[in-house]
């Protein structure tokens, strides 16, 4: 996020985008708190970016290069991934700014919205907050809630298509057999099954 920020600093120092382009739009979402409705309120262009920037950090770099072009995206992220990347994303994205504006983070007062609350009795540091776990709940229910919608479905095969159209010659790896590909979905789809959503989060910091 940091990366991508960094190309929108003008000669000031200051971020500086056109309205409406997709970074503009992310960043509203993100202040106005309704990234948990990206899927329902964003184009194609929006959500494209969103997953580029947040989507190959939850799941192994080389299964996301190989896959993303040819397969749905709920195809290679589960519901939980996400609504991780979703999470982090609302939760740092004020420090992201400021980092790509060349500014410093003072470790007493972090901008994070959810994480960095200080110290446990104990002299750990705090994790997540409540309201972050909650707010997890919250978005792993909206998120759960668009991916069965047609609308959703049919963004992410405009998204996959424009991605294999950047690069067409990206194909995917030889070695990989329909065997082992059948046997890689079923793997996400126990990961689904065995994940509990709203019960125990209990993420590290």
Not at 58 to 84: F, G, R, Y
Not at 155 to 170: F, G, Q, S
Not at 178 to 183: K, L, V
Request: aromatic share 8%.
């Amino acid at each position: 996020m940091t990366t991508e920020l960094k190309k929108h600093i003008n000669d000031a120092g200051e971020l500086a985008y056109p309205h409406g382009s997709p970074i503009s739009d992310l960043i509203k979402c993100l202040e106005d708190g309704e990234i948990h409705l990206i899927r329902s309120n964003s184009n194609d262009e929006l959500f494209k970016l969103c997953a580029e920037l947040c989507f190959p950090w939850m799941v192994n770099k080389q299964s996301w290069k190989n896959n993303h072009q040819h397969v749905n995206i709920s195809s290679i992220i589960t519901i939980a991934d996400e609504t991780l990347a979703l999470l982090v994303l609302e939760n740092n994205f004020l420090e992201w700014m400021e980092l790509a504006k060349g500014k410093e983070i003072d470790k007493k007062s972090r901008m994070t919205k959810y994480t960095h609350g200080g110290n446990n009795k104990d002299g750990t540091k705090k994790g997540w907050t409540l309201e972050g776990k909650l707010r997890f709940n919250e978005i792993f229910d909206q998120t759960q809630l668009e991916r069965e919608k047609r609308e959703s479905k049919q963004m992410e095969a405009r998204i996959k298509t424009m991605w294999y159209n950047e690069n067409p010659t990206n194909q995917r790896n030889n070695n990989i057999t329909n065997n082992e590909t059948s046997t890689e979905q079923q793997e996400l789809e126990l990961r689904e099954q065995q994940y509990v959503p709203r019960t125990d989060f209990d993420l590290e910091n």
